[in-house]
């Protein structure tokens, strides 16, 4: 039986192999092949912290795909050891099988949710894809109708995205309680609570206007130095909460005048992307608009959803070509 394959961070070359045994020629490595990959093998076992086997990622990319749809590219080797090796300390275990038979076997929600929130990435920032947050602000200035306006912010992260969409609903209304109701959601729970206790620290927002910076934050206080806090002005138009969007039932209700769900897809395929898509159409008002990330491309999806430029998308039942999309 072949030993199974393990995770090394660096490939070993037999000069490399004499530097690990001095004794060892580099004449003797090189005629004695197995010596050479036996020893090989041992170090990429010992290279690693815990043991971390082909299949072990296999398993985990299955995990992940059936629990949040999250389909893992084989060359995500290093990050899921990087990212679950932290579980492994915690729970005090020595091998990723061990730790994967235990999650399966016992069904904890808690490990579960600890499993997700490590393999998610939490990219985000203030006003990222600017563009995005002047069209809902021009869409915003050409509402007459007197409602409760609806935004659904999906991986909201730790709350820059949806904090951003706040503060533009306040400059779109001229102030700083707009008849905006915003839904910030997110998969990982960890920034989820970052987002609510809404304080930033000063890298975060060194690219903020000076205006901005004055109407919407305030100093953090006894948080650490430079720090800054969202007015509660904002905090009271968003409400964060968990949302799977493998979940057969999503904890919210439309209809929506918008949907920011960028830079989210990358992370699923084609069938996944459709079956979410073919779920959104339904929550979105008929001139309401989908906001996708710039890398994303939904021409796969044309029953359900046009694009109308600038990664902005319209049901397609429903497009009358005056979207305010420039």
Not at 225 to 243: A, C, D, T, Y
Not at 249 to 263: E, K, T
Request: with cysteine; charged share 25%.
């Amino acid at each position: 039986m072949t030993e199974e394959k393990r995770f090394a961070p660096g490939g070993l070359t037999a000069n490399s192999l004499v530097a690990l045994h001095p004794p060892l020629p580099l004449r003797t490595v090189q005629q004695v092949p197995a010596f050479a990959e036996l020893v090989l093998n041992r170090t990429d076992i010992g290279a690693r912290e815990f043991d971390y086997t082909e299949r072990d990622f296999e398993r985990v990319r299955a995990l992940i795909y059936k629990r949040a749809g999250i389909s893992l590219t084989p060359g995500k080797q290093d990050m899921v050891y990087s990212r679950l090796a932290r579980r492994l300390r915690a729970k005090k275990m020595t091998f990723f099988h061990e730790y994967l038979d235990a999650l399966e076997r016992n069904s904890d929600p808690a490990e579960w949710e600890a499993f997700i929130n490590a393999l998610t990435t939490n990219l985000t920032s203030f006003f990222r894809e600017a563009h995005h947050f002047e069209i809902l602000a021009d869409n915003l200035r050409k509402l007459t109708e007197k409602r409760p306006i609806k935004i659904w912010c999906n991986a909201a992260s730790t709350g820059e995205e949806p904090y951003s969409l706040a503060i533009t609903a306040c400059e779109a209304f001229g102030t700083m309680t707009p008849p905006v109701q915003i839904i910030a959601s997110d998969l990982d729970t960890n920034v989820l609570k970052h987002g609510e206790r809404g304080v930033y620290s000063a890298d975060r927002v060194d690219r903020m206007e000076p205006v901005r910076m004055q109407k919407f934050f305030l100093h953090a206080g006894g948080e650490q130095p430079g720090s800054v806090r969202v007015r509660p002005e904002l905090q009271r138009l968003i409400s964060f909460r968990q949302i799977n969007l493998l979940d057969t039932r999503w904890n919210l209700q439309g209809p929506f005048d918008a949907i920011f769900c960028r830079n989210v897809m990358i992370y699923f395929d084609k069938t996944t992307q459709y079956a979410i898509l073919e779920r959104f159409a339904p929550l979105l008002r008929p001139d309401g608009l989908l906001y996708a990330g710039h890398s994303e491309n939904f021409m796969h999806a044309a029953k359900i959803f046009r694009s109308m430029g600038r990664t902005v998308y319209a049901k397609a039942t429903d497009v009358t070509g005056k979207s305010g999309v420039a």
